[in-house]
């Protein structure tokens, strides 16, 4: 899947608080994109279909959930961030169901019989143990297509998390996890050094700073979450923007420069990722940056 060059206008006053929506936007029309190889990659291997009862850790704004839906799977996706899961809503169109926390529903139906896509999805704002509610039949595959490996720590809550999920799979479910492939594949890893290196004087012996994937970051996940290990395999997820401006917005939405923006201030932020884009500017003005992600297919046992 090629992706798609979208463009944006510039943030009204760079030193102004982002609204968590325009940031939440941001992510789903301009980053969560980059990653559909990647998703597309594992439905393809794992055969997603009409057989697959999928649920999504950091379901994000739901684009690897229309891509199992639109293949047949019955797809129920978790996340923390009420405004990625309100644009999920209204990118899968009208919902079987759609709860809360506390597993309550914005409507009475349960898992719809309709083969559209829309009609195939469910939504649940908190940790992935609120997914148990409303009946859903068992999962037969997990997925966490957040990558880790691109700064220290990134993996903390993911252990966890699998640890809340696993109950609600069938015995010998699929697990993918995702990670950064090796920073010499990667262009974007330069860029990303620029959070650590902004970030380092509010960070005194604190973990998050950007450091290069270690090859068994997935495995010794894997092996803390209680799953067995069955393939791994390597996809080609190139960057592409419009424009530097786009570029920036997009990093900028994933998170990773947080703690850059608050140990600084979000103007020298921009600032410096977007020298640090500069040599992955086009002439006809684009950006486009080449990396590799891995996943590492698992069973439940």
Request: glycine letters at 10%.
């Amino acid at each position: 899947m090629t992706p798609t060059l979208v463009r944006h206008h510039t943030y009204a006053a760079s030193s102004a608080p982002v609204d968590p929506g325009t940031r939440a936007r941001d992510w789903a029309e301009i980053q969560e994109r980059v990653l559909a190889p990647l998703h597309e990659a594992v439905f393809d291997r794992l055969e997603v279909g009409a057989g697959t009862r999928m649920l999504s850790l950091g379901c994000g704004s739901g684009l690897a959930l229309l891509a199992a839906a639109s293949r047949g799977a019955r797809v129920t996706g978790v996340d923390t961030d009420r405004e990625r899961l309100a644009l999920a809503r209204e990118r899968l169109g009208s919902l079987g169901r759609s709860e809360d926390s506390a597993g309550r529903s914005e409507d009475s139906g349960g898992w719809a019989r309709d083969t559209e896509p829309a009609r195939r999805a469910r939504l649940v704002e908190g940790p992935p143990s609120a997914a148990a509610t409303s009946g859903a039949p068992p999962y037969n595959l997990l997925t966490a297509f957040h990558p880790i490996g691109c700064a220290a720590g990134d993996s903390e809550g993911l252990a966890p998390a699998l640890a809340e999920a696993v109950p609600l799979a069938v015995r010998g479910a699929t697990v993918v996890l995702t990670g950064w492939g090796p920073p010499e594949r990667c262009a974007t890893a330069p860029v990303l050094r620029v959070a650590a290196r902004l970030a380092e004087p509010a960070r005194p012996a604190r973990p998050g700073g950007w450091r290069p994937p270690l090859r068994d970051d997935l495995e010794e996940v894997a092996a803390r979450a209680g799953l067995k290990p069955d393939g791994s395999g390597r996809v080609s997820c190139p960057f592409g923007y419009a424009d530097v401006d786009s570029a920036v917005r997009g990093l900028l939405s994933t998170g990773l420069f947080d703690a850059a923006a608050r140990a600084t201030d979000r103007s020298r932020v921009e600032k410096e990722v977007a020298e640090a884009l500069l040599p992955h500017r086009r002439p006809d003005g684009t950006v486009w940056m080449p990396n590799v992600f891995r996943y590492l297919v698992c069973v439940t046992t």
